[in-house]
């Protein structure tokens, strides 16, 4: 069974960029049919979907967020990564990494959630 | 964007009761690419359906999905005390993938 965690700094500075790295543990991150995606949650809040990507690299991302954010995958250390620039305190959220079924579209194994707070 | 809206914000029930939880498209979604999911306090979301009324692997029967187009519905049989939680419901039928604003089940 797939395992996700993942990691980062937990208080970023508004405008500055906010990276979060996904370990994927119990199955190749390029060995499977899955997708990679990304979601997040602001307090309180319902979920927003942010954006996935396959293992070869192809990206599809939210329209709301596409021209801040960029996901990666890093096949040599079975992670995939988020990377959001210019952020504000609207940005504040547990983010959470997920694989994505992309027969059915859904999101099935999940990681625990990493709470960011932008602040100065 | 398809808006998902689901209703009601609020059900308070007690244990061993049904619940009705109703999520309503903003414009049509095939039944394969609708999901419901439960979320607990400091827990990440749980898929519990697919593919509108496919249940996810080790979910209990008495979690049942339905529904087609714009209207989709997740059904708790008889509450169990575990069962009180968050519900989400998903599509991503047309880009972007996008969630309902969620329904909280309590403990009446």
């Known amino acids: 069974q797939l395992q996700l965690q993942e990691s980062g700094p937990g208080l970023v500075k508004p405008s500055e960029t906010l990276s979060l790295s996904c370990t994927v543990s119990?199955?190749?991150?390029?060995?499977?049919?899955?997708?990679w995606g990304w979601i997040r949650q602001p307090p309180g809040k319902g979920l927003e979907w942010i954006g996935n990507i396959n293992y070869s690299g192809g990206a599809y991302y939210n329209p709301s967020l596409k021209s801040r954010v960029t996901i990666s995958v890093d096949t040599s250390k079975n992670q995939f990564s988020l990377r959001l620039s210019s952020v504000t305190a609207t940005d504040t959220a547990v983010y959470y990494c997920a694989t994505y079924n992309s027969g059915w579209n859904y999101f099935d194994y999940w990681g625990q959630g990493a709470p960011v707070t932008v602040s100065s | 964007e398809i808006v998902l809206t689901q209703s009601p914000g609020t059900l308070s029930l007690s244990p061993g009761e049904r619940a009705t939880l109703s999520c309503r498209a903003s414009?049509?979604?095939?039944?394969?690419?609708l999901a419901w999911y439960q979320q607990k306090p400091g827990q990440a979301p749980r898929l519990l359906i697919y593919?509108?009324?496919s249940r996810a692997t080790a979910i209990p029967d008495r979690f049942s999905g339905s529904g087609s187009g714009t209207d989709f519905t997740l059904t708790i049989s008889r509450l169990e005390p575990e069962d009180f939680a968050v519900y989400f419901c998903?599509?991503?039928?047309?880009?972007?993938?996008?969630f309902g604003q969620g329904t909280k089940v309590e403990i009446k």
């Open positions: 998903q599509q991503y039928f047309i880009s972007p993938c996008t």
């Open positions: 119990g199955g190749s991150i390029s060995g499977t049919t899955y997708y």
């Open positions: 593919g509108a009324s």
């Open positions: 414009q049509s979604v095939s039944s394969s690419y």
